[in-house]
């Protein structure tokens, strides 16, 4: 299968993870090893770098993936640009999940927001990932101001239902330049299977991994899930139609 | 009346809302629920309406009460994951122009009264610091005079820098106040009601600013108008029915978030403990009611933060993790100065869970959740 390519890096696994919502530091470990993910999500908020020894970045930081800081908590674009700052001092890395959430119940994402502190991220020098709804003039327009990728959302965070807007994202699959990681409500590796099918470039999990009975099962599940996705992507699924054949071709009188 | 009917839009004052309402009829209401009222409810788990919680702390809603359990613990977890988030409170002070019948602070209880100065506080600082917190909550009587918002805002920007995130839990300032407090650093504010109960409320509180029912009740909407991160609500469970008391708390929040869309909401749950020289509660809430009304926010609202004090016993404390709690406090004193441990002050309340934030840690580790110290940056 191809590898992922995300701003010149290159990924074998297309699998990304969160590090929220689990029990233990090491049941997340465990998690992510099975996922075979070789980039994780970490809140800025979480990370304490006064704790050394036992704060989560730290943890992370030795692992061998690439670390993806978000701004999780940033209510606009000057506070997000701010913890963008902060985290990369933090966590010594200029990749950042842009999360802008005016809203902290369904932390929906602002569009106007984000594309504003998107912009100012990239001149910055940040490897920019914005999260975003399953916008496809907005996709396009975070493209235009530079960013590595989009991270449009299939479902309202947290709720695992599966990809909700597969119209939408399959328009901004069509028309992106940039990879098009799917992000938020992926519930069951058969969601993130039909992402990859769909020609996603790759998916972002953590609710569904992180509160399974088995974190680490499901972690693997997942990372199978996704392959499926892919491999199938890649051997050019047969799309379907909605019309059986025609037994009689309109167009059979042009051989006549 | 449904609240849904009600214009939102046109207002930003809870006591135009507040008022479709009459405490007498929500109380007669609550206990005609029926068993088909509760079965809706709990087909709407999640994302209720203010009616749907009121089917949920019903009496007809107790025989439920497991399959609400069940219900609640699962759409915690999937919204908050197997996570507890930790905080502490620090009393700054005990001066109080208030007669509050029900608390140990109350104005005409002949007591100590201190308020800490800023070497007091950089001490109990530091022994809060070595507990490993990083959430504080910042509590004090009422005595603007001594304690207002000039003493605040210089407190809150001294112990700023040791905290990700500082609470406040004083009286109801004026808009401009707490904006002056926010920008010193305040991501929340509680403010507990104490009753829904216009009437009775002047009875508990018959002296003082705080007497004025009005003020406190549109103090959220001033909190809201400031741009406050977060706001913590409640009442005080056993004054008044507490089943009445927590419907007009669930229209409270439905309103504010509607209302004041982009800030957060706590509901903490103070149900009445003795303190010196008090008097004892009216309607005492049982442990089982308790726990009932845990799992009816829960189920009303799959979003709310949910947070329980050292106020309840550690039985209660460490099954209640499981039940809806998202955060909770450990190790608490509620004497000003009581951490550093030399002035002895009179407490507001007596604590009912005393172990130690590590012992906490490890029972909410042996529950199979991981402890949160932090989860805000002074970025935000």
Not at chain 1, 62 to 77: C, D, E, F, K, M
Not at chain 2, 79 to 95: A, C, H, K, T
Not at chain 2, 215 to 222: N, V
Not at chain 2, 236 to 248: C, H, K, P, Y
């Amino acid at each position: 299968m191809k590898d992922l390519i995300i701003a010149g890096h290159q990924f074998q696994s297309r699998l990304l993870l969160g590090t929220g919502k689990f029990s233990s530091k090491k049941v997340m470990a465990d998690a992510i090893e099975a996922s075979g993910t070789q980039m994780v999500t970490v809140a800025l908020k979480r990370v304490d770098v006064e704790k050394r020894e036992e704060d989560l970045g730290n943890y992370l930081k030795q692992l061998p993936i690439q670390l993806l800081p978000n701004t999780s908590g940033a209510r606009n674009a000057k506070e997000a640009i701010l913890a963008a700052q902060l985290g990369r001092e933090a966590l010594e890395t200029n990749w950042l999940k842009l999360e802008i959430h005016p809203d902290p119940r369904y932390l929906l994402p602002d569009p106007i927001e984000t594309l504003a502190a998107a912009e100012e991220l990239v001149k910055l020098g940040f490897i920019v990932l914005p999260y975003i709804n399953a916008d496809a003039v907005l996709c396009k327009r975070l493209e235009d101001v530079g960013t590595a990728a989009v991270m449009p959302l299939g479902a309202p965070i947290g709720s695992n239902k599966g990809l909700q807007t597969k119209d939408m994202l399959e328009i901004i699959i069509r028309e992106s330049k940039v990879p098009v990681i799917i992000d938020a409500g992926i519930g069951a590796p058969s969601h993130a299977a039909a992402a990859l099918e769909m020609g996603a470039a790759a998916v972002l999990v953590n609710t569904a991994i992180a509160v399974a009975k088995y974190p680490a099962q499901m972690a693997a599940a997942f990372k199978w899930g996704v392959e499926a996705g892919r491999m199938a992507f890649e051997s050019k699924l047969g799309g379907s139609t909605a019309f059986a054949a025609a037994s009689s071709p309109l167009t059979a009188f042009l051989d006549e | 009346m449904s609240i849904h009917t009600l214009d939102y839009v046109a207002t930003k004052d809870f006591r135009k809302v507040f008022d479709h309402y009459s405490w007498e009829e929500v109380a007669e209401r609550v206990n005609a629920i029926k068993e088909s009222d509760v079965e809706a409810a709990l087909l709407k788990a999640g994302n209720g309406t203010p009616e749907d919680f009121m089917a949920l702390i019903s009496p007809a809603a107790e025989k439920r009460l497991e399959e609400m359990a069940q219900l609640s613990h699962h759409l915690t977890l999937k919204r908050f994951g197997n996570v507890m988030q930790m905080y502490i409170p620090m009393y700054l002070s005990n001066e109080c122009q208030n007669i509050c019948t029900y608390c140990g602070f109350s104005f005409d209880n002949k007591i100590a009264r201190i308020t800490l100065n800023e070497e007091q506080i950089l001490r109990e600082v530091e022994v809060i610091k070595k507990f490993g917190y990083d959430h504080i909550l910042l509590v004090s009587g009422e005595a603007s005079q001594t304690v207002g918002t000039d003493y605040f805002e210089k407190m809150i920007r001294l112990i700023r820098p040791y905290f990700s995130n500082v609470m406040l839990e004083v009286q109801p300032l004026h808009q401009e106040e707490y904006e002056r407090l926010i920008h010193a650093g305040v991501n929340t504010v509680l403010v507990y009601q104490e009753t829904y109960h216009e009437e009775n409320y002047q009875l508990y509180h018959p002296k003082g600013r705080k007497s004025n029912f009005n003020y406190r009740l549109e103090t959220p909407d001033r909190l809201g108008k400031a741009g406050v991160h977060r706001v913590g609500l409640g009442a005080l469970l056993g004054l008044e029915d507490w089943r009445a008391d927590s419907f007009f708390t669930a229209l409270h929040l439905d309103y504010l978030e509607k209302t004041y869309w982009k800030t957060k909401y706590s509901i903490s749950f103070p149900r009445l403990r003795p303190a010196v020289g008090c008097q004892q509660p009216n309607h005492p809430m049982t442990d089982k009611q308790l726990v009932q009304l845990i799992c009816a926010w829960r189920i009303f609202n799959e979003n709310v933060e949910l947070s329980l004090s050292t106020r309840e016993s550690p039985a209660f404390r460490n099954h209640a993790i499981k039940l809806g709690i998202t955060s909770i406090s450990a190790g608490s004193k509620t004497d000003p100065g009581g951490y550093a441990g030399k002035l002895h002050a009179l407490e507001q309340f007596e604590i009912s869970d005393e172990r130690s934030p590590n012992e906490i840690a490890a029972m909410i580790e042996s529950e199979g959740y991981e402890p949160v110290w932090k989860d805000w940056d002074r970025a935000f």
